[in-house]
Nanobody, 116 residues
Framework: QVQLVESGGGLVQAGGSLRLSCVAS????????MGWHRQAPGKQRELVAG???????YYADSVKGRFTISRDNARNTVHLQMNSLKPEDTAVYYC??????????WGQGTQVTVSS
């Protein structure tokens, strides 16, 4: 089992910044992927940014140039730096960990609210 603990959500004005962090613990594989998804009210959960196996980084088109994902392997931590936030970024953000067998683990979610 893998446990994920997220932090860093909150309320910010449009144009502001937030930094999300997620710490993984438990049965950590040497080969895995970590990323951030989000779910807005009435919408499906979507992948925002991820660091895939082998280090390839993915960003959704809607956040390219504004969000930066980074990882500290020694601390099993992944961060999401979010700049130039927009009201449409408002959602619950979930940390995701995919293990060597492609099983998904999820954090509890952290609310990000961007006011206009």
């Amino acid at each position: 089992q893998v446990q994920l603990v997220e932090s860093g959500g909150g309320l910010v004005q449009a144009g502001g910044s937030l930094r999300l962090s997620c710490v993984a613990s438990g049965s950590i594989d040497s080969i895995n992927a970590m990323g951030w998804h989000r779910q807005a009210p009435g919408k499906q959960r979507e992948l925002v940014a991820g660091i895939m196996r082998g280090g390839r980084i993915y960003y959704a088109d809607s956040v390219k140039g504004r969000f930066t994902i980074s990882r500290d392997n020694a601390r099993n931590t992944v961060h999401l730096q979010m700049n130039s936030l927009k009201p449409e970024d408002t959602a619950v953000y979930y940390c995701n960990y995919k293990d060597g067998l492609f099983r998904d683990y999820w954090g509890q979610g952290t609310q990000v609210t961007v006011s206009s």
